[in-house]
């Protein structure tokens, strides 16, 4: 079974670019996670996904940030324009259920804005 | 305002001992709680899990236990491998919601 896949693998882009990161979740996986790691860090939630409705997007830090899941399989998160403390990594997890269970997570798109 | 703490930034364990991490917590609603494990340049990968109806699980070398009282969780590891080296995440989530990282604790596990 194939695991939660993350492109690109790493993005260096100037500032006020624009760039799309994508999450192909586990097969079967309703939920959705996106998260990022900034400077070595706590992991810090972005936002949730069920299937292609978003169930909680609390921590989308502004408007800068769009996510998307059409049809509710893979997933795109978009920085536009990019800023110097986008940089990160930005990890996307996937679980069966919503509840009481793991999460799986990608290897990781490591952005840096320059 | 961090929910989940691990107030351990580092630590290190001889080959063949025990490693403890210790994690804790502040929202009682926190009802499903993991531990991952971290190599450079990897994604986290799920460890062990405990669920708050529960004091204790166990899974080979690696057992967490749950003080709900005291807000309090920490992952055994007995005995330590050199391949444990990695950073480690506390998790918890809520009735379902996303999970809240703490900040990590690197274990070095020396030969």
């Known amino acids: 079974e194939a695991g939660v896949t993350q492109f690109p693998s790493h993005s260096v882009i100037e500032k006020g670019q624009t760039v799309t990161l994508r999450c192909d979740p586990i097969?079967?996986?309703?939920?959705l996670y996106w998260y990022r790691r900034v400077m070595g860090k706590e992991i810090k939630f972005l936002l949730h996904f069920v299937k292609e409705s978003k169930q909680d997007e609390s921590g989308m830090p502004n408007n800068r940030f769009l996510a998307e899941r059409t049809g509710g399989t893979y997933s795109t998160l978009k920085v536009q324009p990019a800023e110097l403390e986008d940089s990160g990594v930005y990890f996307c997890?996937?679980?069966?259920?919503?509840?009481?269970?793991?999460?799986?997570f990608g290897q990781g798109t490591r952005l840096t804005v320059v | 305002d961090q929910q989940v703490k691990q107030n351990s930034p580092s630590l290190s364990v001889q080959e063949g001992r025990i490693s403890i991490l210790n994690c804790d917590y502040t929202?009682?609603?926190?009802?499903?709680f993991l531990w991952y494990k971290k190599y450079p340049a990897e994604g986290p990968t799920f460890l062990i899990s405990?669920?708050?109806?529960?004091d204790k699980n166990e899974d080979g070398r690696f057992t967490v236990f749950l003080n709900k009282s005291a807000k309090h969780l920490s992952l055994h590891i007995v005995p330590s491998q050199p391949g444990d080296s990695a950073v480690y995440f506390c998790a918890a989530s809520a009735n379902g919601q996303n999970f809240v990282f703490g900040p990590g604790t690197r274990l070095s596990v020396l030969p």
């Open positions: 997890a996937s679980s069966q259920r919503q509840g009481g269970t793991e999460a799986f």
């Open positions: 405990i669920s708050s109806i529960k």
């Open positions: 929202n009682s609603m926190f009802d499903y």
């Open positions: 097969s079967g996986h309703d939920n």
